[in-house]
């Protein structure tokens, strides 16, 4: 059974620092394309950053570049988003997406698609919470 499990999440001051880790099981994420999601209290679920298979291609929302950068090392299977310069406002639970590689035209597709449920999305993991205050 093929799962994504993220972690890394917690509670930061603003300005502050974490980086998140989205860790495949039974599947091998070279093959995917991945995206970084985020659901705030009463509001949709956004993407916020995503990544060709290969890792050559990436894209963010406008709220975060410059502040947050995508990763992946697909020998360890895992994906990262370090979140720098942290605001109240990225206060989210934080999901990861995997959807194999070639499903979306482009990356930015994929980060415009926030549907769990939309066809090309393989798996979704079940989130970590991310508190930014003081």
């Known amino acids: 059974q093929s799962q994504l499990v993220e972690s890394g999440g917690g509670l930061v001051q603003p300005g502050g620092s974490l980086r998140l880790s989205c860790e495949a099981s039974?599947?091998?994420?070279?093959?995917?394309?991945i995206g970084w999601f985020r659901q705030a209290p009463g509001k949709e679920r956004e993407g916020v950053s995503c990544?060709?298979?290969?890792?050559?291609?990436?894209y963010y929302r406008d709220s975060v570049k410059g502040r947050f950068t995508i990763s992946r090392d697909n020998v360890k299977n895992t994906v990262y988003l370090q979140m720098n310069s942290l605001k109240s406002e990225d206060t989210a639970v934080y999901y990861c997406?995997?959807?194999?590689?070639?499903?979306?035209?482009?990356?930015?597709?994929?980060?415009?698609?926030?549907?769990?449920?939309?066809?090309?999305?393989?798996?979704w993991g079940q989130g970590t919470p991310v508190t930014v205050s003081s």
């Open positions: 997406a995997a959807s194999h590689r070639l499903r979306f035209s482009a990356v930015k597709a994929m980060c415009d698609i926030r549907d769990p449920n939309h066809p090309n999305y393989d798996n």
């Open positions: 039974g599947l091998t994420l070279e093959y995917y394309d």
């Open positions: 990544i060709s298979h290969s890792g050559g291609t990436t």
